[in-house]
C-alpha cells in the first residue's frame, strides 16, 4: 500500500515503510538497504522524504526523554512530537525556547529542514539542537555536539536527511514560562513601510497573516512572554490596526476553537507559541504549502513586490503569513547569517493553479536573495540555491563522508543537491 505525504498531494514512490522497534534494527535495516530515506511525520510538500528503496519511520524506536538540569538540555527521540514533548517538559518545569505553527510535527523532521516559529531573536528549531545521533550508511552510529563538533555539526544538523538516520537530539531547555496572546485586525500596509522593525519586534513572536486581498494585513498575532512589557496591558490599538473581537483562525471562516487561546489569557508555553491547538487537526491537509526567506533588510521589497501582484496571489491562497527568524551559523539554514522574512503561502489544493503563482513569487523576489523552505513546494534552479548557501560545497564534502555510496541520496537531492 503507497503511503501519501500530510497534505495528500505526494504520493511516496517508496517500496515500503519500515518502522524498526530498537536500534540494533534500526542499524541491521540501514547497513543492509542500498537506498532509503527517514519518514518523519510526513508534513513536507514536496519529494524530500522519498526513497527508490524504503523509507525509514523512527517514532517506533524507544527512547526517554531525560533533562540535564545542569547543562540545561534535554535528550529526547527523534520521532517525538513537539505536542508530546512540550507537555512533558512543562510538566518538569522546563521549555524549549520557541515552537512552530503546528506541534503536531516531529522533531528530527522540523530540525532537519530549519522549520521555525517567529521571533526577531528566536533562530529556527535547529538551533536548540545541542548534539545529535544518527546511523550512517553502514549502520554506525554517530554523535555529533556542539561543543566538539565545530563546523561538522554546523552542517549536520540541517542536513535534509541526507546524512542518514537521525534517531536522538538533545535540545537546550530553560526555565518554563506562560505567554499571552494578542490579536489585531486591519494593519494598513502601508504602516510597515516606516514601521516594519517595530511592528516585527513588538513582542516575543509576532505575525502578520494576510490574504493579498487589500491593502491591510488581516491578522496581527502577538505572543508576549508573560511579565514581559505590554504583556499585560496591550495597547487599544497596534500601529493603527485594532483588537479582535474574539478568538481568530487564521483563515477567515475557519472554527477559531482550533487555535491557541487568545485575548491575552496567560497560559503555557506550549500552549501558546504554536498556533494551532496540539489537540486539534488544524486542516484536513487539503492544501499546499511554500515559504520564502529574504534577508531581513529586504522585507519590505519584498513585501511590495508580492502586493504588486496579489491580484495573481490571493485567488488560489487560503492565507499567507510574514515572521522574522533570527540568524545562526547553520550551513543550509536559510538564516544563515542572515537575519531573515519568511513569507508563507497556504495554498488551496490545485497543483497547476499553484505552480504559476509560485514561479511568479520566484520571480518577483529574484535578486532579493530569497531562499526557499526545504520542505515545501519551490521551483528555484539549483544554481540559484547553490548561490545562497556558501557553505554548500563543504555540505557535499560532509556527504561523501557519511554516505560515500549514496545510499540517503533521492530524486530531491540529485535536483536541488547536484553532487559536488
Given at each position: 500500500m503507497r503511503r501519501t505525504n500530510w497534505a495528500g498531494n505526494l504520493t511516496f514512490g517508496a517500496e515500503r515503510v519500515v518502522r524498526p522497534s530498537s536500534a540494533d534494527e534500526l542499524r541491521r535495516v540501514v547497513a543492509g538497504t542500498p537506498r532509503l530515506r527517514a519518514l518523519g511525520s510526513g508534513h513536507s510538500f514536496n519529494d524530500i522524504a522519498d526513497s527508490p528503496g524504503?523509507?525509514?519511520?523512527?517514532?517506533?524506536?524507544?527512547?526517554?526523554?531525560?533533562?540535564?538540569?545542569?547543562?540545561?538540555?534535554?535528550?529526547?527521540p527523534a520521532g517525538i512530537r513537539y505536542a508530546e514533548l512540550g507537555a512533558r517538559l512543562n510538566g518538569l518545569g522546563y521549555a524549549l525556547r520557541n515552537l512552530g505553527s503546528l506541534p503536531h510535527i516531529s522533531v528530527a523532521g522540523s530540525?532537519?529542514?530549519?522549520?521555525?516559529?517567529?521571533?526577531?531573536?528566536?533562530?529556527?528549531?535547529?538551533?536548540?539542537?545541542?548534539?545529535?545521533?544518527?546511523?550512517?550508511?553502514?549502520?554506525?552510529?554517530?554523535?555529533?555536539?556542539?561543543?566538539?563538533?565545530?563546523?561538522?555539526?554546523?552542517?549536520?544538523?540541517v542536513s535534509l536527511g541526507a546524512l542518514g538516520v537521525v534517531t536522538a537530539l538533545t535540545l537546550d531547555i530553560e526555565p518554563a514560562f506562560e505567554v499571552?496572546?494578542?490579536?489585531?485586525?486591519?494593519?494598513?500596509?502601508?504602516?510597515?513601510?516606516?514601521?516594519?522593525?517595530?511592528?516585527?519586534?513588538?513582542?516575543?513572536?509576532?505575525?502578520?497573516?494576510?490574504?493579498?486581498?487589500?491593502?491591510?494585513?488581516?491578522?496581527?498575532?502577538?505572543?508576549?512572554?508573560?511579565?514581559?512589557?505590554?504583556?499585560?496591558?496591550?495597547?487599544?490599538?497596534?500601529?493603527?490596526?485594532?483588537?479582535?473581537?474574539?478568538?481568530?483562525?487564521?483563515?477567515?471562516?475557519?472554527?477559531?476553537?482550533?487555535?491557541?487561546?487568545?485575548?491575552?489569557?496567560?497560559?503555557?508555553?506550549?500552549?501558546?507559541?504554536?498556533?494551532?491547538?496540539?489537540?486539534?487537526?488544524p486542516s484536513s491537509g487539503a492544501e499546499l504549502q511554500s515559504e520564502f526567506f529574504v534577508p531581513r533588510r529586504h522585507a519590505l521589497a519584498a513585501l511590495r513586490a508580492l502586493d504588486g501582484v496579489r491580484e495573481r496571489i490571493s485567488p488560489v491562497?487560503?492565507?499567507?503569513?510574514?515572521?522574522?527568524v533570527a540568524a545562526d551559523e547553520l550551513w543550509l539554514s536559510p538564516a544563515y547569517r542572515q537575519d531573515v522574512a519568511a513569507f508563507h503561502f497556504t495554498w488551496i489544493p490545485?497543483?497547476?493553479?499553484?505552480?504559476?503563482?509560485?514561479?511568479?513569487?520566484?520571480?518577483?523576489?529574484?535578486?532579493?536573495?530569497?531562499?526557499?523552505?526545504?520542505?515545501?513546494?519551490?521551483?528555484?534552479?539549483?544554481?540559484?540555491?547553490?548561490?545562497?548557501?556558501?557553505?554548500?560545497?563543504?555540505?557535499?564534502?560532509?556527504?561523501?563522508?557519511?554516505?560515500?555510496?549514496?545510499?540517503?541520496r533521492n530524486a530531491y537531492t540529485d535536483r536541488c543537491l547536484p553532487r559536488g
Open positions: 524504503i523509507q525509514v519511520d523512527v517514532s517506533g524506536l524507544p527512547g526517554a526523554v531525560e533533562v540535564d538540569s545542569a547543562a540545561m538540555t534535554v535528550r529526547v530540525c532537519a529542514t530549519a522549520t521555525h516559529g517567529s521571533g526577531v531573536r528566536n533562530g529556527n528549531l535547529a538551533t536548540a539542537v545541542a548534539a545529535l545521533d544518527l546511523v550512517t550508511a553502514d549502520g554506525d552510529t554517530v554523535t555529533l555536539d556542539r561543543r566538539t563538533g565545530g563546523d561538522r555539526f554546523r552542517g549536520a544538523v499571552r496572546q494578542y490579536v489585531y485586525e486591519g494593519l494598513p500596509i502601508e504602516v510597515l513601510d516606516d514601521h516594519f522593525d517595530d511592528v516585527v519586534s513588538g513582542a516575543y513572536s509576532v505575525s502578520l497573516f494576510t490574504s493579498w486581498r487589500g491593502p491591510r494585513i488581516d491578522q496581527v498575532w502577538l505572543k508576549h512572554r508573560a511579565g514581559a512589557p505590554g504583556a499585560d496591558a496591550p495597547p487599544p490599538e497596534w500601529f493603527e490596526a485594532e483588537p479582535a473581537e474574539g478568538p481568530r483562525h487564521p483563515v477567515r471562516g475557519m472554527p477559531a476553537e482550533n487555535c491557541t487561546e487568545q485575548g491575552g489569557v496567560a497560559g503555557p508555553w506550549h500552549e501558546r507559541l504554536p498556533h494551532f491547538r496540539s489537540g486539534f487537526t491562497l487560503q492565507i499567507s503569513e510574514i515572521r522574522t490545485d497543483d497547476a493553479a499553484v505552480r504559476p503563482v509560485i514561479a511568479l513569487i520566484e520571480e518577483r523576489l529574484a535578486g532579493l536573495g530569497a531562499r526557499p523552505h526545504w520542505a515545501k513546494l519551490f521551483g528555484t534552479a539549483p544554481e540559484t540555491l547553490a548561490a545562497c548557501y556558501p557553505r554548500l560545497p563543504d555540505f557535499h564534502a560532509l556527504v561523501r563522508e557519511f554516505d560515500p555510496a549514496g545510499k540517503f
